[in-house]
């Protein structure tokens, strides 16, 4: 019998009798991907015995991704043998012979059990994915069958454990003891292949019941949000660590069940086609969709809160690497791990919901503000990881916030729900059992702040003055938390932003709603910013934003009496510090100054201008600041006054540039003479802009 005889009786006896010593699962591997791409005259029968082997069962995901993975390889082997073979004019193309063999090897899992065939067809799709970038553009259509054949498999699967028949539940496939249900390995198979199925024959899947068991082999991956739940009773008193967790305790094995499950290694793809499924199903049946993305959202909410409450009791929170016994850091690891895989799972397939439900017709999609306060509250449940990306904010990751910035958008839309959710928020945080020395209630008022700075535009006076105010205001002078202290101010400008566009788009008001809250506010905000002045607080940008900010709501509020209550109190505040030692914050409030000009009406624009003027005259000596001020105000004039008051400032500007740029040169003929440096000119000549 010659090598190749010898080595194909191997394969075939090994797949016929599964009892029998067989060679390592490797070795098969390696020889069904060498026979199914030289059989001839087609390896339809080698196929078909593959496909009713008993080898591959019980079931095991080595097995199914030892089977994947051979008709993977085999489109590769395949398809360079074809480029390999000669050619001839009467030859069928590279095309046709590569399509003729992916058919005869579909002919032959005709009949398979429905997940070995699922597992086949994976590995073929996949293997026909890579290789298409090596066939010519035109021809680039091999892969309709293979699409059609796993859609078919998958749907087979899904009905073997969705199906209500008694009997068939009877027969469910059966697993290898410690591997997770058929379910779940099934489609962490699939979840990849199925990814590069087209969306046409995508929706052709039992959408709802392939949501649901995405979602159910998700949340069971995640304990349901219960992995941390035995912690502190695994915990045992330690004299050097105050985390001290010992392998074998129930932390440990609940931990590890979930950290290094198959799911969890494949959460990518699994909450990718789940975000896939729930975007196409709403896409095309949004009035079946929307009640199971709702419960979608709900899980992931239950799961985020669970998790929270564990965290809570675990002493986790404010541990750091020294207080963690060292026998125990492995453990704190793997929690993280799965912290931030469920916080990333979470966010692909909620943006993925809100992205497809926004596109739904008033008419059905009345639920959709529901929608975004379950992913709202996951991901405040869930702000203690957030945080360690850089919050929910401004510094948000971007997929974080699209998904962030997305439900709240479509909450906006919804004035009562978005009053609801504010006023809950508030009191929600003030009666909190943990003040704000604890890290995780940090993190979740942060994320309450930043969420609220967005709704802003459609809460009532009321609930501003009542609740919104009284919860940022202890904060504003508060900088030993950094998040919270800016994200605080945040919500304060953007109540003033309001203002000013309320007054903008001559929105009406009630009565004298905004005269009095702005009268109001101006003040008790403009003490704020200069006790926030010094060193460690506000920087300088943020300081020059914010003020400029204030002196803009002022002037809008058609009192100018107020805006210039602004200039006068920074101004003061400038005298009243000692040049020796608060130059550098008499500097960044001169700073401030010249960031109001834009925001100032024509009336005082002269005024300030002509105080800048001042300034400016008495800082020359001091080139870096002096450059600074005139570029801020160059800036400032150029880009950011408005029509109305550019005329003015412009001819202003021209007007004061001949005389800065020579007392200018005048000082720095002083330094020539002084240090005898005839270069000097070339140095310290005035700014390009004069």
């Known amino acids: 019998m010659s090598a190749p005889e010898r080595g194909y009786s191997v394969l075939l006896s090994s797949l016929h009798r599964a009892s029998a010593p067989t060679p390592p699962l490797s070795t098969l591997q390696g020889l069904i991907v060498h026979y199914l791409a030289r059989l001839s005259p087609a390896p339809t029968p080698l196929a078909a015995t593959i496909v009713g082997s008993p080898l591959f069962r019980p079931f095991s995901l080595i097995k199914l991704d030892a089977l994947k993975t051979s008709f993977r390889h085999a489109v590769h082997t395949k398809l360079h043998l074809l480029k390999d073979a000669p050619t001839g004019l009467f030859l069928p193309s590279l095309n046709v012979q590569l399509n003729a063999w992916l058919v005869a090897i579909l002919r032959g899992l005709e009949g398979g059990h429905a997940i070995t065939r699922l ?28 699409q059609d054949e796993i859609v078919l498999a998958f749907a087979d699967v899904i009905d073997l454990f969705t199906s209500s028949d008694s009997w068939g539940k009877e027969f469910r496939p059966e697993t290898e003891a410690g591997e997770d249900d058929a379910l779940t390995l099934s489609l962490i198979t699939c979840a ?15 959408l709802p019941q392939t949501l649901t068991s995405l979602v159910h082999t998700i949340n069971k991956s995640f304990m349901s949000g219960m992995f941390l739940s035995s912690f502190r009773s695994s915990m045992e008193h330690h004299p050097e660590y105050k985390i001290h967790v010992k392998p ?86 793997s929690i993280w791990t799965v912290l931030k895989t469920l916080l990333f799972s979470t966010i692909m397939i909620t943006e993925a919901g809100l992205s497809a439900v926004i596109y739904v017709p008033p008419e059905i999609g009345h639920a959709a503000p529901s929608f ?32 962030f910035y997305l439900a709240l958008d479509i909450l906006a839309e919804h004035k009562a729900e978005s009053e609801h959710f504010v006023q809950q928020l ?7 059992a943990y003040d704000l020395s604890h890290p995780v209630q ?23 003055e009542t609740f919104v105010l009284p919860f ?47 009268a109001t506010m101006v003040p008790f905000y403009m003490r704020c910013l200069i006790e926030n002045s010094g060193e460690g607080r506000l920087n300088t940008t943020q300081l020059r934003l914010a003020f400029a900010a204030l002196v803009k709501s002022a002037s809008a509020s058609g009192d100018h009496a107020l805006a210039w209550f602004c200039i006068d109190s920074l101004l003061t505040a400038c005298k009243a510090s000692s040049p020796a030692f608060d130059g550098d914050r008499v500097h960044r409030l001169h700073l401030a100054l010249v960031s109001s000009v834009s925001s100032l009406p024509l009336a005082l624009l002269s005024r300030v201008l002509s105080i800048i003027d001042g300034i400016i005259e008495g800082i020359e000596n001091d080139d870096i600041k002096c450059d600074e001020l005139l ?58 802009k004069l």
Request: proline content about 5%; charged content about 25%.
């Open 372 to 403: 975004a306060l379950a992913v709202l509250r996951g991901l405040y449940h869930l702000a203690f990881v957030i945080e360690k990306f850089g919050g929910a904010g401004h510094n948000a990751f971007p997929e974080l916030k699209r998904a």
């Open 192 to 206: 990849e292949a199925l990814l590069a199925v087209p969306p046409e024959k995508f929706v052709a899947l039992p």
């Open 248 to 333: 074998g305790t129930p932390a440990f094995r609940d931990v590890h069940k979930v950290s290094s499950s198959p799911a969890m290694s494949n959460m990518s793809s699994l909450s990718r086609l789940c975000s896939r499924s729930i975007s196409l199903f709403v896409d095309h049946r949004p009035k079946l969709a929307l009640p199971h993305v709702q419960e979608t959202f709900l899980c992931l909410e239950s799961i985020s809160w669970n998790v929270e409450l564990g965290w809570l009791s675990s002493d986790l929170a404010d541990a750091v690497d020294e207080s963690i016994a060292p026998e125990t850091r492995a453990l704190t690891e």
């Open 426 to 432: 508030c009191e929600e945080l003030w009666s909190n």
């Open 472 to 518: 940022c205001s202890p904060h504003l002078d508060d900088a030993r938390h950094r998040a919270i202290f800016e994200a605080a101010h945040s919500v304060v400008l953007a109540i003033f932003s309001h203002f000013h566009t309320q007054v903008a788009d001559s929105t009406p008001l009630h009565g004298s709603e905004h005269a009095v809250s702005t």
């Open 631 to 688: 570029e801020a105000l160059f800036q400032e004039i150029i880009n950011n006054v408005g029509d109305a008051e550019k005329e003015f400032a412009v001819r202003w500007w021209d007007e004061r540039r001949v005389k800065w740029a020579r007392s200018r040169l005048a000082i720095a003929r002083q330094g020539t003479e002084r240090d005898g440096e005839t270069n000097v000119l070339k140095e310290s000549g005035p700014p390009s």
């Open 119 to 146: 597992a086949c067809c994976s590995g073929l799709l996949l293997g026909v994915e890579d290789v298409l970038k090596r066939l010519p553009s035109k021809q680039r259509d091999v892969e309709s069958s293979v």
């Open 442 to 464: 940090r993190a979740k008022k942060a994320f309450g702040l930043s969420t609220i700075e967005q709704l802003i535009p459609v809460l009532a006076g009321p609930t501003i």
